[in-house]
């Protein structure tokens, strides 16, 4: 494989994280508040990195077997088939993610973290072990697996705590009883 094909499938993944912020920037540079521009963000963060990114895996997966087995540096087997169905529950969080509560967005965030943290153990074990530097094993879909749940939830969490802050109060119109 020449470098500029091994570069082009080790960041490929990375896709799934720009298309996505970059979306979100776009749309959110016409939001008219900070809790209106947070939940831009986190819907086009489910939407694309979380559930079309695991949507796209999922698919990959299963109708590609043998190129995502080389993809990874294994041989085909049984466990491929886990793979996309692990990504296909991804997929349907993330979609549900797009209108959850902050509460709830934390928890896809925690429960996709345990599976894709997981895969990065996975991906730098046989990294360092084995010498596994195929595209798919190292490069952008490390990238994607620790980023991907980890931005989920600090925008959860900053929504959380943007929720909990208190409103400032509209300033009384001069004159006005405060009684009225």
């Known amino acids: 494989m020449d470098n500029v094909s091994y570069l082009a499938q080790s960041a490929f993944p990375l896709v799934w994280i720009a298309v ?3 979306g979100a ?3 959110a540079r016409r939001a008219t508040s900070p809790r209106e521009r947070l939940e831009i963000w986190q819907r086009w963060w489910a939407i694309g990195a979380f559930g079309i990114g695991s949507l796209w895996m999922t698919v990959a997966f299963l109708a590609f077997p043998d190129v995502m087995a080389t993809a990874i ?4 087997t049984p466990f491929l ?4 169905f692990a990504n296909l529950g991804l997929a349907v969080m993330g979609f549900r993610a797009a209108s959850a509560s902050a509460r709830e967005r934390i928890t896809i965030g925690l429960g996709g973290g345990m599976f894709l943290w997981g895969a990065v153990v996975g991906h730098l074990y ?3 072990a084995n010498g596994d530097h195929a595209p798919g094993n190292t490069g ?3 990238a994607n697996d620790i980023l991907i749940p980890a931005v989920m939830i ?3 969490v ?3 705590r943007l929720a909990a802050a208190p409103r400032p109060r509209p300033a009384s119109a001069p004159g006005a009883s405060a009684t009225a």
């Open 20 to 22: 996505p912020a970059i």
């Open 25 to 27: 920037h776009l749309r």
């Open 73 to 76: 540096g294994f041989h085909r």
């Open 81 to 84: 088939f886990e793979i996309a």
């Open 126 to 128: 046989q990294w360092f």
């Open 140 to 142: 952008g879909v490390l």
């Open 154 to 156: 600090i925008l959860a």
């Open 158 to 160: 900053r929504s959380q």
